[in-house]
């Protein structure tokens, strides 16, 4: 499935499930979503083609995302296994050139130092909420503003 076919069916079911891991699940409506963002903060940080962005992350529906985040953004994705040595981790990401790594905060200790840039999953999904629910509490507001003018 490529990125126009899981916009397609966001479109069609968006709350039928897309990914199970677990006892987590993503529906396409979530998945699509949360790919667009990750690609878009990718693209705002230069990721396009000819760009490679390191993929640290455990077996997760975090993992998707990141992988559909990072080709819809147009980079190239370079998978790197957590288990890896540090070391291991440095050299594949300094022999492919990795201008970013996409992780979670949990996995840093397991990331060499580097120069490329750090994405952190939950930290985006946590600041998204965050504006989500700012952006929530405004509409609540003009809406009561508008019913009042009434």
Do not use: I
């Not at 994705?77 to 979670?104: F, H, I, N, Q, S």
Request: aromatic residues 4%.
């Amino acid at each position: 499935m490529c990125s126009s076919d899981l916009a397609e069916q966001a479109a069609r079911t968006p709350e039928a499930v897309a990914l199970v891991f677990g006892d987590e699940a993503l529906t396409y409506a979530q998945l699509e979503a949360r790919s667009n963002q990750l690609a878009h903060h990718l693209q705002v940080h230069g990721v396009g083609p000819d760009v490679v962005v390191g993929l640290c992350l455990e077996r997760s529906l975090e993992m998707v995302v990141g992988l559909l985040g990072v080709l819809k953004a147009g980079g190239a994705y370079l998978p790197l296994d957590p288990d890896y040595p540090a070391e291991r981790l440095g050299y594949m990401l300094a022999d492919a050139g990795a201008k970013m790594v996409v992780t979670t905060s949990d996995l840093l200790t397991s990331l060499p130092e580097t120069e490329a840039r750090l994405v952190l999953l939950d930290a985006e999904a946590e600041r998204s909420e965050e504006h989500t629910s700012e952006l929530q509490s405004r509409l609540h507001l003009v809406c009561r503003l508008l019913l009042e003018k009434k």
